[in-house]
T-cell receptor, first 118, second 112 residues
Framework: NAGVTQTPKFRVLKTGQSMTLLCAQD?????MYWYRQDPGMGLRLIHY???????AKGEVPDGYNVSRLKKQNFLLGLESAAPSQTSVYFC?????????????????FGPGTRLTVL | LAKTTQPISMDSYEGQEVNITCSHN???????ITWYQQFPSQGPRFIIQ???TKVTNEVASLFIPADRKSSTLSLPRVSLSDTAVYYC?????????????FGTGTRLLVSP
């Protein structure tokens, strides 16, 4: 199994350009996530999806759109890139099991996409 | 929103046991506590998860007191390859995954 893969690994954009980051997972996970990580910072959740055809906003959704047309794929779009979107983007997927006292969740992360917006 | 507080950095030597404590005073009843490890230029990797008492796997132990307001990740006999950033997360399905916050983590440096 490849796990979680991300395309592309690196990208340089000019301000105002658009692009789509692709995330794919082969673990049949229901949940998928997009995070961004800025230098020296933790990860911040951009958008997430709890199933095919459904998406929801995370902590920092502005400037991004997402789509989950197929269960195995989660796309992150930047319609008009800005320098503030320079970051490393991580995709993750997870199953969610039901424990005796609630729920649990283990996220599997991709290798990341390093995006620079000039 | 269950906020977590953990030390910014820790130093250790090879072969020592390392304990990283995370504070989460407003943890919800159905929240789980999860720890991730991240190496430079890589995505985080799940280490361990627990709800209460003690959980142990092949790489770490997680100690959770009865009030669940804190937790301690224990790494036995660390090696140089354990140098990484460690994140403590609190949350779960019932409290919303959008509220899972990685924070800045604890930067562990293991020296020879």
């Amino acid at each position: 199994n490849a796990g979680v893969t991300q395309t592309p690994k690196f990208r340089v954009l000019k301000t105002g350009q658009s692009m789509t980051l692709l995330c794919a997972q082969d673990m049949n996970h229901e949940y998928m996530y997009w995070y961004r990580q800025d230098p020296g910072m933790g990860l911040r959740l951009i958008h997430y999806s709890v199933g095919e055809g459904t998406t929801a906003k995370g902590e920092v959704p502005d400037g991004y759109n997402v789509s989950r047309l197929k269960k195995q794929n989660f796309l992150l779009g930047l319609e008009s890139a800005a320098p503030s979107q320079t970051s490393v983007y991580f995709c993750a997927s997870s199953y969610t099991g039901q424990g005796l006292d609630g729920s649990y969740n283990e996220q599997f992360f991709g290798p990341g996409t390093r995006l620079t917006v000039l | 929103l269950a906020k977590t507080t953990q030390p910014i950095s820790m130093d250790s030597y090879e072969g020592q046991e390392v304990n990283i404590t995370c504070s989460h005073n407003n943890i919800a009843t159905n929240d789980y506590i999860t720890w991730y490890q991240q190496f430079p230029s890589q995505g985080p990797r799940f280490i361990i998860q627990g709800y209460k008492t003690k959980v142990t796997n092949e790489v770490a132990s997680l100690f959770i007191p009865a009030d669940r307001k804190s937790s301690t990740l224990s790494l036995p006999r660390v090696s140089l390859s354990d140098t990484a950033v460690y994140y403590c997360l609190v949350g779960g399905l019932n409290t919303g995954f959008q509220k899972l916050v990685f924070g800045t983590g604890t930067r562990l440096l293991v020296s020879p």
